[in-house]
């Protein structure tokens, strides 16, 4: 977690890749054998270039969260949420493009939607106010899928679901990201094998007492090895 830099929703395109390479040298040191960009504005950016300058496996978020979000649209109406830099680089409309040319999209971008959550604002009158502020143009455009297009955003998901209606379909690609991670690590043979006990180490880089509370909001438990880098 590059916790000393977030939001990378509002970066420039050059500091959100300079940022992404710089955290996979980091990673690299602890030999991972796969990593996972969960930043929506580092996927959107850095993906390509990530991929160019490493050789591990490198997955993203937007393509998962795209396939599913196309799969679940009755109508042909999908949302797209998410920082202002996601949405300005143009990434996920691209990608539904690519799966159907028909559907009609409608983005916004919910810069404080971030820092709401950041701040433990999950269930504030004020969170559900801004909410409805900023989706109300896409509950007239009558969408009938949303996506998620920020890790942040999930934990928001009442105040969303209740801005857009509850026909509307939310869309969290982070299951799907899931099991594209297994299903590559399967096809490369590198799944674990060992039936000994799991160990998450967490590596952030500023303020680990702010991460721990809010990586448990996220995680649903208590984060123990936190290691500041």
């Known amino acids: 977690g590059d916790t000393a830099r977030v939001p990378y929703g509002t970066k420039s395109k050059e500091s959100i890749i300079c940022f992404s390479k710089e955290n996979v040298k980091v990673l690299l040191k602890h030999k991972v054998k796969m990593v996972v960009v969960a930043c929506n504005s580092s996927s959107s950016y850095a993906l390509a270039h990530l991929r160019k300058a490493f050789h591990v496996p490198i997955v993203g978020v937007v393509h998962p969260g795209v396939q599913k979000a196309v799969a679940l649209t009755k109508r042909k109406r999908i949302g797209v949420i998410a920082t202002s830099a996601t949405i300005a680089s143009g990434e996920y409309e691209k990608a539904i ?88 690590l399967t096809q490369t043979r590198q799944t674990r094998v060992s039936k000994g006990a799991l160990k998450h180490t967490f590596l952030i880089s500023d303020r680990p007492q702010k991460f721990q509370r809010i990586a448990a909001n996220f995680l649903g438990e208590k984060i123990k090895r936190i290691i500041k880098v």
Not at 120 to 134: H, M, N, P, V
Not at 162 to 175: E, Q
Request: contains cysteine; charged residues 25%; glycine residues 4%.
């Open 97 to 184: 493009r690519r799966c159907d040319k028909r559907i009609k999209i409608f983005s916004k971008a919910c810069p404080l939607f971030v820092p709401l959550v950041e701040e433990g604002w999950f269930d504030k009158s004020a969170t559900l106010a801004i909410a409805q502020e900023y989706l109300a143009p896409l509950k007239r455009a009558k969408i009938d899928t949303l996506i998620l297009g920020c890790t942040h955003y999930p934990l928001l998901k009442w105040a969303i679901a209740k801005s857009v209606g509850k026909n509307v379909i939310l869309v969290d690609s982070a299951k799907a990201v899931a099991e594209m991670v297994k299903a590559l």
